[in-house]
């Protein structure tokens, strides 16, 4: 089968959708040479990794940029690709295409909350992705809390939508023995800095704890991108304790996993998310994790996690410290994950992912 993808996501620094998207595409170029043909179709050239480079990958560019190259470049490159199905993996997809669409819908915050979008973004995601879901042969994500959401935000009928969760990828190959926390810890945030991640609050609860840890640490990466605008700098200037907070924007997969490494509490006050893959990966790197207690939350991490029950900074540095000083609470989460993570692979969600292109393509679907 002639499978074409979306793969603008892999252009410039991946984050969320591209990371996604690279890790299936790693396992899928497993796959024998003769059984499936895949075409990354992008806006500007992608740089394939050399795992990628056999004969059942090639690349495709057709240079524009967003709605314009979407409905219109796209199509026209998966027909003369002679797909037989299309992959769209980061929320929207052409409303007119030649062959099925099967899209991620990964959540829908711009719809259940449109207050942490600017009035622009949030009518573009709105309407583009209501009329790709709906456009759409199949409509996968990530967790039963996004597929409830998608049936009552954007209108989609359970039975077209298929919950695939994601592989959690290892940064660390051995991790550490993290039952007790180094003498100087690290509180580790990662992810793009939203509105609904709440690190401002985080800030406070670590300025507080920092009062009584001298030599601990808190390090933020993200891009911001909050909406209203927060600026996370002045949160950090505003403490006692600016120096030991620190904030990057991006940095690359080598200081990233250094950054775990060091790490020996990883904290994700978010109160919305489709699945939340950061948390997943500091647990699988052997990191205590400490989360703000949300459905998806419990559904996604189980007992994994330090649960902090409402975004009080009291309750923030209680959950940190804990995290940090409870020998028999780290052991607890560490233990738990094991369990956990079993449910999250990569290869697992791949092989679902392309049964699923499969059947669409094929029109196999419903039968």
Known sequence: MRIAIDARELCGKPTGV????????SVWATLPTEKHHFILCGHESIP????????????????GSGLWWEQYKLPKMVKEARADVLFSPGYSGPLISPVPVVLAVHD????????????REGLRRRLTTRSSAHAA???????????????????????????IYPG????????????????????????????RRHVPELIAGFANLANRWPTARLVVVGE?????????????KKTNFGDRIEIYSYVSEDTLRDLYSQAQVF???????????????????????VILDTPVAREIYSQAAIYVSKLDTFLIEKALEQALDNKKERLRVLTTAKTVLERYSWTGC??????????????????
């Open 18 to 25: 591209g990371r996604y998207l690279r890790e299936l595409i």
């Open 48 to 63: 394939l990794p050399s795992n990628l480079i056999s004969k059942s990958f090639e690349v495709r560019v057709s240079t």
């Open 108 to 119: 829908v915050s711009f719809t259940a909350h449109p207050e942490w979008f600017s009035l």
């Open 137 to 163: 042969a199949r409509v996968l994500t990530l967790s039963e809390f996004s597929k409830n959401e998608i049936i009552d935000h954007l209108g989609i009928p359970p039975e077209k939508i298929e919950i």
């Open 168 to 195: 959690v990828t290892r940064l660390i190959e051995n991790p550490q023995n993290l039952e007790h926390a180094a003498p100087n810890p690290t509180v580790l945030f990662v992810g793009s800095i939203l509105n």
């Open 224 to 236: 911001n991108r909050t909406c209203p605008y927060l600026d996370i700098d002045w949160y950090r």
């Open 267 to 289: 904290a994700f006050l978010s109160e919305y998310e489709g699945f939340g893959l950061t948390p997943a990966e500091a647990l699988t790197s052997g990191i205590p994790i």
């Open 350 to 367: 791949a092989n679902q992912i392309l049964e699923v292109m499969l059947k669409v393509g094929q029109g196999l679907e419903g039968k």
